[in-house]
T-cell receptor, first 110, second 113 residues
Framework: QKEVEQNSGPLSVPEGAIASLNCTYSDRGSQSFFWYRQYSGKSPELIMF????GDKEDGRFTAQLNKASQYVSLLIRDSQPSDSATYLC??????????FGTGTKLQVIP | NAGVTQTPKFQVLKTGQSMTLQCAQD?????MYWYRQDPGMGLRLIYY???????DKGEVPNGYNVSRLNKREFSLRLESAAPSQTSVYFC????????????FGPGTRLTVT
């Protein structure tokens, strides 16, 4: 089993819809969870992080964490074409141990 | 602030050649990292430096060496390049030893023929 599992996609959603990106992880020691966005040909940039079980909202983005199920998700409301990118899930177990998933490619169709 | 800078942006090497990828950050971060990114493989950690003067191996260190020259700079050296090292290389930095959010440089696209 991979340490971080993400559906590679592409996930296609119409403009204005909710995009749901999912991630499962195997390291029960993971304490912090990061979501990075990577546009094609560019470097990853941090968009959300979450430490506690439950939901964390930031504008159109909501991160959801369930440590018991080892599951973290990212919801993007009112999806825009500019949200089209690859989204990387990155659980962090502390002291340098950050494992990046392979990412889910999101396509928002105008 | 420039954030994290990397040079060069592109490089083509022949098998067996050596080169050094340079990385610098101006955010006064303690920790710095080198990753490679290959299609379908995600970001894989090559080496990291928790603080000035220290370096440690990551997931895929074979064929690479690093130097943490000072707090700002962290270089990655390929002593004898191989086609398997064709990849995009990213440098990143973070504020603390713990796995806080990382800030990435623009990347170096390396091709080894």
């Amino acid at each position: 089993q991979k340490e971080v599992e993400q559906n590679s996609g592409p996930l296609s959603v119409p403009e204005g819809a909710i995009a749901s990106l999912n991630c499962t992880y195997s390291d029960r020691g993971s304490q912090s969870f990061f979501w990075y966005r990577q546009y094609s040909g560019k470097s990853p940039e941090l968009i959300m992080f979450i430490y506690s079980n439950g939901d964390k909202e930031d504008g159109r983005f909501t991160a959801q964490l369930n440590k018991a199920s080892q599951y973290v998700s990212l919801l993007i409301r009112d999806s825009q074409p500019s949200d089209s990118a690859t989204y990387l899930c990155a659980p962090a177990g502390g002291y340098q141990k950050v494992t990046f998933g392979t990412g889910t490619k999101l396509q928002v169709i105008p | 602030n420039a954030g994290v800078t990397q040079t060069p942006k592109f490089q083509v090497l022949k098998t067996g050649q050596s080169m050094t990828l340079q990385c610098a950050q101006d955010m006064n971060h303690n920790s710095m990292y080198w990753y490679r990114q290959d299609p379908g493989m995600g970001l894989r950690l090559i080496y990291y430096s928790a603080s000035e003067g220290t370096t440690d191996k990551g997931e895929v260190p074979n064929g690479y060496n690093v130097s943490r020259l000072n707090k700002r700079e962290f270089s990655l050296r390929l002593e004898s390049a191989a086609p398997s090292q064709t990849s995009v290389y990213f440098c990143a930095s973070s504020a603390a030893r713990e796995a806080y959010e990382q800030y990435f440089g623009p990347g170096t696209r390396l091709t080894v023929t």
